[in-house]
């Protein structure tokens, strides 16, 4: 069963940077697309970019040009490079692997905040 453990989050005011990790058990991490999402407080999760098996990238338009989602398929890890940050990116941060109809293939690990303060 694969877990997902995230880290790196915490708090950072308005235009600074964070980076995120991902370190997923599992052997199998490389073969599919991995993915970020967040969940503000009163809100639906939200996927906010992801990263295909091939590297191939795609972005929220509320996130694009201000974050990077990479992965080390060796280090069955993936991140995410937060730049530019803004009060409303605060929300816990998750990954997961989307599939088909907005699910998602593991289940959901602890997550890590980013707050966000202006």
């Known amino acids: 069963q694969v877990q997902l453990v995230e880290s790196g989050g915490g708090l950072v005011q308005a235009g600074g940077s964070l980076r995120l990790s991902c370190a997923a058990s599992?052997?199998?991490?490389?073969?599919?697309?991995m993915g970020w999402y967040r969940q503000a407080p009163r809100k639906q999760r939200e996927l906010v970019a992801q990263?295909?098996?091939?590297?191939?990238?795609n972005y929220a338009d509320s996130v694009k040009g201000r974050f990077t989602i990479s992965r080390d398929n060796a280090k069955n890890t993936v991140y995410l490079q937060m730049n530019s940050l803004k009060p409303e990116d605060t929300a816990v941060y998750y990954c997961n692997a989307p599939v088909v109809g907005g699910r998602v293939r593991y289940s959901w690990g602890q997550g890590t905040q980013v707050t966000v303060s202006s």
């Open positions: 599992g052997s199998i991490f490389s073969a599919y697309a």
């Open positions: 990263i295909t098996s091939g590297g191939g990238t």
